[in-house]
C-alpha cells in the first residue's frame, strides 16, 4: 500500500535531469524537503536551488 504523503522534486536544464522521491506516513516537514534539496543540489542548479528554499521557507 503507497503511504498518503509522497513527491517528487525535479531538477532539469542544460541536458540534466536529477530527481529525489519521498513517501511517508507524515507529511514532509521543511527539514526533509531541505535535506531532499541538499541531494539535488550541484553547480549547474544553484539558481534552482535558491528559488526552491526560498518557497520552503514561505511554505
Known amino acids: 500500500m503507497s503511504k498518503p504523503h509522497r513527491g517528487r522534486m525535479q531538477a532539469q536544464g542544460n541536458g540534466l ?3 529525489v522521491s519521498w513517501s511517508q506516513d507524515e ?3 521543511r527539514t526533509q524537503a531541505k ?3 541538499q541531494r539535488l543540489k550541484g553547480p549547474t ?6 528559488r526552491t528554499r526560498r518557497t ?4
Not at 542548479?45 to 535558491?50: A, K
Not at 520552503?56 to 511554505?59: L, N, Q, V, W, Y
Open 17 to 19: 535531469e536529477k530527481s
Open 27 to 29: 507529511p514532509l516537514t
Open 35 to 37: 535535506g531532499l534539496l
Open 45 to 50: 542548479q544553484q539558481v534552482g536551488v535558491r
Open 56 to 59: 520552503i521557507r514561505a511554505g
